[in-house]
Nanobody, 127 residues
Framework: QLQLVESGGGLVQPGGSLSLSCEVF????????IGWFRQAPGKEREGVSSISTSGGRTVYADSVKGRFTISRDNAKNMAYLHMNNLKPEDTAVYYC????????????????????WGQGTQVTVSS
């Protein structure tokens, strides 16, 4: 059974850092593009970042460029989102998503292009 499980969320002060993890079960990660998304209360889901199957290409939303870094370890079936200089507006439930891709450099932060989703992890940035 294909499953994604996020972890690493929590409460952090503005300017702080958090690292989210996404562990995948039931499939081999190295043919799947990974995306990170977030949804704040009362807002639509927002694409945050994506990384290609090879890890050689990444894309970020303008709101997180220079602060967030996406990475993956195919051997461990893991993906990560490292978040620095967090702001209150980063508060949201963060989700990882996966989609099989034949083009190894494909990246996308369009949620409709992903079929597999984790349950989410809460990130709260507050003093």
């Amino acid at each position: 059974q294909l499953q994604l499980v996020e972890s690493g969320g929590g409460l952090v002060q503005p300017g702080g850092s958090l690292s989210l993890s996404c562990e995948v079960f039931g499939f081999v990660l190295d043919i799947y593009t990974i995306g990170w998304f977030r949804q704040a209360p009362g807002k639509e889901r927002e694409g945050v970042s994506s990384i290609s199957t090879s890890g050689g290409r990444t894309v970020y939303a303008d709101s997180v460029k220079g602060r967030f870094t996406i990475s993956r370890d195919n051997a461990k079936n893991m993906a990560y989102l490292h978040m620095n200089n967090l702001k209150p507006e980063d508060t949201a439930v963060y989700y990882c998503a996966a989609q099989a891709r034949s083009y190894r450099e494909a990246v996308t932060i369009v949620s409709e292009e992903y079929d597999y989703w984790g349950q989410g992890t809460q990130v709260t940035v507050s003093s």
